[in-house]
């Protein structure tokens, strides 16, 4: 399948990920908006999470086909899927659903939001862009994801300040936005307000919370932004023109990454966010859809059905809980009902998905290999 590199922005290709100013003519090379290059390969870097490494299958700059490139200036794409040039995130110890999130960063559930942000990529190709090539400083659990025209104000009010800005908040998926639902509703983490998702500015690509607000409010209000007020000091919206209400993209992307994995149990897909698309977000395992974690999966009906031998155990325990199911290693409408009935006998929630409660009620710990 056919490994492109696309240049949305004007870039510099290196030999080095340093600043472009840094490198010497030979080290370096201009690329316009525009360009189309097929690739060989690809690779993130352990050392810097800005760049990526291409390989190119063809094309050579200065004797060179391997060279360094910022990842907010381009993108990759493998046949008709663009490829989400975010590094893979730190994968937690256990598996949980969103609704089962009481750590107080949003950072748990970073591998459900890049498939979420990889979705909407595909019904709107960048829609959002990202930012990190700016001079900011970001928070771990921050998205630095903008839609392009608040991205540009963004750039020239820091170019006008000329230092760092430090960013404590910008792009927020719906998935980060529930669990900060989830925690005001349960008074956890201090929270004392928080919109339900998708209603929080922070979904519309439009919107950052930084340090030393009032030293870059003038700033940022010469270039689109504006102020929201002492009631939530630290927060900027971006008014200037050429954007679009992205929420429902989100909602529609939720939507699709759903039916793909639960084909039973289908969201209409119609951007709307309503208790069935909420249900089915808080059911989502944080880590992303058929991602294992320590050799267990969130396991759910799906197309095709999801089988190994963290299914085989599962079924197991159903027989030895006196359930008459075959144990084939395979989570098909059979698995599912019998988990229904399981998970309504030990008062679960009876969705028919096996997370981290409904294992410990089986007495499934561990498995040693898929």
Not at 233 to 243: E, I, S
Not at 260 to 266: A, E, P
Not at 310 to 328: H, N, S, T
Request: proline share 5%.
């Amino acid at each position: 399948m056919a490994l492109k590199l696309k240049i949305i922005e004007d870039t510099v290709l290196k030999q080095k990920p340093i600043d472009s100013s840094q490198l010497a003519d030979n080290d370096k090379q201009s690329i316009p908006q525009g360009t189309e290059l097929e690739l060989h390969s690809w690779a993130f870097l352990e050392e810097d999470n800005a760049h990526v490494r291409v390989a190119f299958a063809q094309d050579s700059f200065k004797d060179r086909n391997t060279w360094l490139v910022f990842k907010g200036h381009i993108q990759i794409v493998e046949g008709d899927r663009m490829v989400l040039l975010e590094t893979p995130p730190v994968v937690p110890i256990i598996s949980l659903m969103v609704r089962e999130v009481t750590s107080c960063s949003t950072s748990i559930v970073r591998g459900l939001d890049m498939q979420i942000i990889a979705e909407m990529n595909i019904l709107i190709p960048n829609v959002l862009v990202s930012f990190e090539d700016l001079n900011v400083r970001l928070e771990p659990a921050v998205w630095p994801l903008l839609q392009l025209p608040a991205k540009r104000g963004l750039e020239r009010a820091i170019q006008e300040r000329g230092i760092q800005m430090q960013i404590n908040s910008a792009y927020r998926t719906i998935a980060q936005q529930l669990i900060l639902f989830n925690h005001f509703q349960n008074r956890r983490c201090g929270i004392s307000l928080a919109a339900r998702p998708p209603r929080s500015n922070h979904q519309s690509g439009l919107a950052i919370d930084i340090s030393d607000n009032q030293g870059w409010r003038p700033f940022l209000e010469r270039w689109g932004w504006r102020w929201l007020g002492p009631n939530d000091a630290v927060h900027f919206d971006f008014v200037g023109g050429g954007t679009r209400d992205i929420r429902p993209v989100a909602v529609r992307a939720f939507q699709r990454l759903w039916n793909k994995h639960n084909i039973s149990d289908r969201l209409v897909i119609d951007g709307a966010y309503g208790s069935d698309t909420e249900r089915g977000l808080n059911s989502s395992p944080v880590e992303g859809f058929d991602i294992s974690i320590l050799n267990f999966r969130v396991l759910r009906l799906s197309r095709p059905f999801m089988q190994g031998e963290d299914v085989r155990l599962v079924q197991q325990a159903l027989l030895e809980a006196g359930f008459p199911i075959e144990v084939d290693g395979i989570y098909g409408p059979g698995t599912q009902t019998a988990i229904r009935i399981f998970q309504s006998r030990q008062d679960l929630v009876d969705d028919g998905i096996v997370g981290s409660a409904t294992l410990a009620e089986l007495g499934v710990e561990k498995v040693q290999s898929i």
